[in-house]
């Protein structure tokens, strides 16, 4: 089995989860069976109790897990059916650590991060390949290189490496290589300092992923590998892309990433074969129609607030050949005569969920307005109980109608009927 470790530097939102799941993408399309998990130093067991504004959606698995939103990434770029077991956190390896001790089975022994720590964590990255029987495993360090809170994790993939041998481990690191505009150039500084980091802990990437707004020259490509230690070729440039996530995988497959990857893992497989991801490309880039979907919450300055449904609309309008506009719409500061200008133009409604009862009067206003002027509307979680209060408050003339009166399963019952 086969392991590549995905890290980060510099700053964070460098993309690493998007860069694993692109990786994915690519070895899938060379036959190969992957499965992708993410670790994630908070101590939170998951992050289902934090604030939207702190961490983004919560993506749920099949299997109820809540979990971080990368793990959506994954499971839209790849075809790897996700569990609790793909994503750790801090909260989750000192939690069974803890158990096992007071059970006694560390049997007096003093428990310590070295090696107790990174042994519960080495056991899951073993445990994830052996569930999945897949030939790659690819794994997502969450945070910056650098932070305390996961020093533990890069302690234990560098230990985990040691004994797996070169040629099943491979390490890359998603760094930031800024444009400086008053200088007019590209800076690797940071990059070098933040590959210095790592190597302090013990571990000198394979590959180097760059992210930045302007393409890397040849020049720039050799300073990287040369003060990064970092072989040329391993040197891969990640910009910006000009439509769409989904263009990530073309892009870092014209810079020969899967190619590298199976040769320094001693993978023999077949080119990644592309061409129905570029038909969706296409039908990103140059759709047939247009259509203008309303999203009313009360997250939507935060933009990962509501990533899995954006992208669900992305998806059906790929399904249909034609383009997603999305209309954000704060429902804290819908204000009743501001409906109509607002919700007029829209082909669709969608009210996501939610927590608390800040912002769901300005759900039920649209939720209304939607319903007599019979705009097609969706509900989800919290949205379907607005829809529920909407049509007591105005139908069946409950006046004082609210969500504490309509709780979650009796308006899910009603919402089916």
């Given amino acids: 089995m086969k392991h590549i470790f995905v890290t980060g530097g510099v700053i964070s939102s460098l993309g690493k989860g998007l860069t694993a799941a692109a990786i994915g993408t690519l070895l899938e399309r060379r036959g190969l069976k992957v499965t992708i998990q ?17 961490h983004g959606e919560v993506y749920v698995l099949d299997d109820g897990a809540e979990t971080d939103l990368d793990l959506g990434h994954y499971e839209r770029f790849t075809n790897s059916k996700l569990t609790r077991f793909n994503n750790l956190t801090s909260g989750q390896v000192y939690q069974r650590v803890l158990d096992k001790e007071r059970r006694g089975d560390y049997l007096g022994k003093t428990v310590q991060v070295i090696p107790h720590i990174t042994d519960e964590i080495q056991n899951r990255i073993r445990e994830i390949g052996d569930k999945s029987e897949a030939d790659v495993v690819i794994t997502e360090i969450g945070g910056t ?7 533990p994790f890069v302690e234990a993939i560098r230990e985990f490496a040691l004994n797996a041998g070169s040629n099943n481990v491979l390490f890359l690191h998603v760094t930031f290589v800024p444009f400086i505009k008053a200088a007019g150039e590209l800076k690797t500084k940071p990059t070098q300092q933040g590959v210095a980091k790592l190597r302090e802990i013990g571990i000198t990437p394979d590959i180097l992923v760059c992210r930045s707004e302007k393409p890397l020259n040849k020049e720039l490509r050799q300073k990287l590998s040369l003060f990064c230690n970092v072989q040329y070729e391993g040197i891969i440039e990640e910009i910006d892309v000009e439509h769409s996530i989904y263009e990530v995988p073309l892009m870092l497959q014209q810079e020969g990433l899967d190619d590298l990857i199976c040769r320094k893992l001693e993978l023999k497989t077949p080119s990644a074969d592309m061409s129905d991801w570029q038909d969706i490309i296409r039908k990103l880039v140059t759709p047939k129609n247009q259509v203008r979907i309303g999203v009313v919450g009360k997250y939507v300055e935060l933009q990962d607030a509501y990533k899995s449904l954006d992208e669900a609309l992305t998806h059906g309008g790929i399904a249909n050949n034609l383009k997603v506009n999305l209309v954000r719409i704060d429902s804290d500061y819908l204000k009743p005569n501001e409906i109509k200008n607002r919700l007029s133009k829209v082909s669709g409604i969608l009210i996501p969920g939610g927590f608390g009862k800040r912002g769901t009067e300005g759900k039920i206003a649209a939720i209304h307005y939607a319903r007599k002027n019979n705009i097609p509307f969706l509900g989800i979680c919290f949205g379907m109980q607005m829809a529920v209060i909407e049509f007591a408050r105005n139908k069946l003339n409950i006046k004082n109608a609210t969500s504490s009166e309509f709780g979650s399963s009796k308006a899910s019952v009603i919402g089916l009927m």
Avoid at 38 to 54: A, E, H, I, R
Avoid at 145 to 151: A, H, K, V, Y
């Fill in 38 to 54: 993410k670790f994630d130093p908070y101590l939170n067991v998951d992050p289902g109790t934090m604030s939207p504004y702190q």
């Fill in 145 to 151: 290189i650098g932070d305390i809170e996961g020093l």
